[in-house]
């Protein structure tokens, strides 16, 4: 369930209370006159069941609440109402189940930034996974991919490919190409200065590394892990089960082949280099395939829920 708080300017406070009130998902309506001061407004209060969100919000949208006033959601932990319980059985879908799409662009949107931050994390997380390489150590190769941020702007790119949001689109790929790119520059220079101090060599790269020579060995599985990764994750990502993407970052090898990219370069090692820049492509275009069906899927199943009853309409159940 999602809490509500609507600043509707007077003109259009009577509209909007009877928008919610007509909602068979909205319930604890309540309605301050004249209680906003910036900007000035009605306050609106209202809990919307999550299945009910998303159809509610693209209502308000398209009265303009949001142009000369203020929409605001947060999640509710604990509701204890037995209006709430009612409107929890009358709306149609699950709650589990619900995409309120504004909550995922917003989320989606504030990861696409190619801050200092998330170039740091996905330097770190390659030099890490460079080290595993060389030592043929999965354990520093899961590290790395738990602490790589690249399924941040991946899911953007899904969402505003659906959307069809230019700008974010163009945002998610130069966090993506950027960040990547840094990320293997740096870790060439790592791997040279690591070699200058006698820690790691090229022999190490050249020698049998019977687990986790995959890096840079793609084939047909590639592609299974990749879709099957962009499915899990999207899914988790929309439906709030966070716990599940951390098992996803650590199904997919993209940081790992940005890793091998980098070191085989180093060391001059170009069969591997491509083989590991391949394995990176694949796996960047199963999750952005995979995560973008998932998507299309959610929302045409939501659409079916919406108008298979009588007088429905997308988003929205009338009480």
Request: hydrophobic fraction near 55%.
């Amino acid at each position: 369930m999602l809490h509500l708080r609507v600043i509707a300017p007077p003109d259009q406070s009577a509209a909007v209370a009877e928008l919610l009130a007509a909602d068979c998902g909205v319930t604890h309506l309540a309605v301050l006159a004249g209680a906003a001061r910036q900007p000035e407004g009605d306050l609106i209060l209202c809990d919307v069941v999550r299945e009910s969100a998303d159809g509610v919000l693209r209502d308000l949208r398209q009265l303009g609440v949001e142009a000369r006033g203020a929409i605001a959601a947060d999640d509710v932990e604990l509701a204890i109402s037995a209006a709430a319980d009612r409107a929890a059985r009358t709306a149609p879908g699950s709650g589990a189940d619900a995409v309120v799409w504004d909550e995922i662009a917003a989320k989606t949107g504030e990861q696409t930034e190619l801050s200092a931050t998330y170039l740091v994390l996905i330097t770190v997380a390659t030099m890490l996974a460079g080290i595993g390489v060389l030592l043929d150590q999965p354990i520093l190769i899961v590290g790395a991919m738990v602490v790589g941020p690249e399924f941040g702007p991946l899911a953007a790119l899904c969402v505003a490919l659906l959307r069809r949001r230019l700008p974010v689109i163009t945002r998610s790929v130069q966090a993506l190409v950027v960040g990547f790119l840094v990320a293997m520059v740096v870790t060439v220079l790592s791997t040279w200065a690591l070699t200058a101090a006698g820690l790691v060599d090229r022999g190490m790269l050249l020698a049998d590394r019977p687990l986790t020579d995959f890096i840079w060995r793609p084939d047909a599985l590639s592609w299974v892990v990749g879709l099957l990764a962009g499915v899990a994750g999207m899914l988790s990502l929309t439906s709030k089960k966070s716990g599940s993407l951390v098992g996803v970052l650590i199904s997919v090898t993209t940081v790992p082949a940005a890793a091998n990219v980098a070191v085989a370069a180093a060391y001059g090692v170009w069969h591997e280099a491509a083989g590991s820049a391949l394995q990176l492509v694949i796996n960047l275009c199963a999750i952005v395939l995979a995560g973008l069906v998932t998507l299309v899927v959610q929302q045409s199943w939501w659409w079916y829920l919406a108008r298979r009853g009588p007088g429905h309409r997308p988003g929205r159940a009338r009480r």
